[in-house]
């Protein structure tokens, strides 16, 4: 029996990322290194946000480059890892009787595969994605995460991809190290506070956190993947921050890792 696997959140920022070395980048790496091995990646990306629960089913999922206006190396950038069409069946009886529906038209987005590139650099271990469905409250998010739980004890690395604070309307673009709003830092110290006691409630009913909460995640796509992470946490496991920084004032790269 595989030993149960951690379960990370990554705030992944900018996909210029992929092809960054700093203190983010490094950190992932370092990630990659430190915890198991795993059979397979189950990744929840912000940027597979529609209508409908869904997973990848390809033998080969593609590199989606779901971004404009950046260098042209960045849309060289190409993660060949293998899929995992098995385990997307499994996921699908799992969560039964939800309808998952098996897509084999997405692939990989930068959400995951700017960070996968750092964590597994050879890309030689199987990712699928699970799409978040737009329609249902940050409470159905969480309960799926306690659902996909069992997968952990199954050597498979459950990453939710996004941004624990994420306002580019706030965003500095340009500017040189801007220190980090003071809604953004409150929000995050609060939500840091919430998890390393466990108590996950009034992260789930995150829109009852106040002023700070509507100016860090003025959309839930960067946020539900955290949700997700948190579901699956077991009674006891400890809760750690191994990434830390806020980009451009508004972007928060809190790594957290459970178990």
């Known amino acids: 029996m595989p030993s149960r696997m951690p379960a990370l959140f990554l705030g992944h920022g900018n996909p210029m990322n992929a092809l960054a ?81 098996g897509d084999d038209a997405w692939g990989l987005d930068h959400g995951t595969w700017a960070v996968l590139c750092h964590l597994y650099p050879d890309a030689d271990v199987p990712v699928l994605q699970l799409r978040i469905d737009e329609t249902q409250p940050a409470q159905f998010h969480y309960d799926l995460g306690k659902r996909l739980a069992p997968l952990r004890e199954e050597g498979i690395l459950i990453v939710g991809s996004g941004n624990l604070v994420h ?23 609060r939500a840091r506070e919430l998890m390393l006691a466990g108590d996950h409630a009034p992260l789930v009913a995150y829109e009852s956190l106040g002023e700070d909460a509507r100016l860090s995640i003025p959309t839930p796509d960067h946020y539900l993947p955290l949700l997700y992470v948190l ?11 191994p990434v830390e920084g806020v980009d451009g004032g508004s972007i928060s790269m809190l790594a957290v890792q459970v178990g």
């Open 21 to 101: 070395s700093n203190d983010y980048t490094e950190g992932w790496r370092s990630l990659g290194r430190s915890i198991p091995r795993p059979k397979a990646v189950l990744c929840v990306s912000a940027h597979w946000y529609l209508p409908g629960t869904a997973v990848t089913v390809n033998e080969s999922p593609r590199t989606i480059h779901d971004f404009g206006g950046f260098p042209p190396e960045l849309y060289r950038v190409h993660y060949p890892a293998p899929g995992a069409p098995e385990l997307a069946r499994r996921l699908q009886r799992l969560l039964s009787p939800l309808d998952v529906r």
């Open 167 to 189: 306002n580019l309307h706030m965003y500095a673009w340009g500017a040189h190290l801007p220190q980090p709003y003071d809604w953004a830092v409150r929000f995050e110290r």
């Open 231 to 241: 579901g699956t946490r077991q009674e006891g496991e400890q809760v750690i921050f």
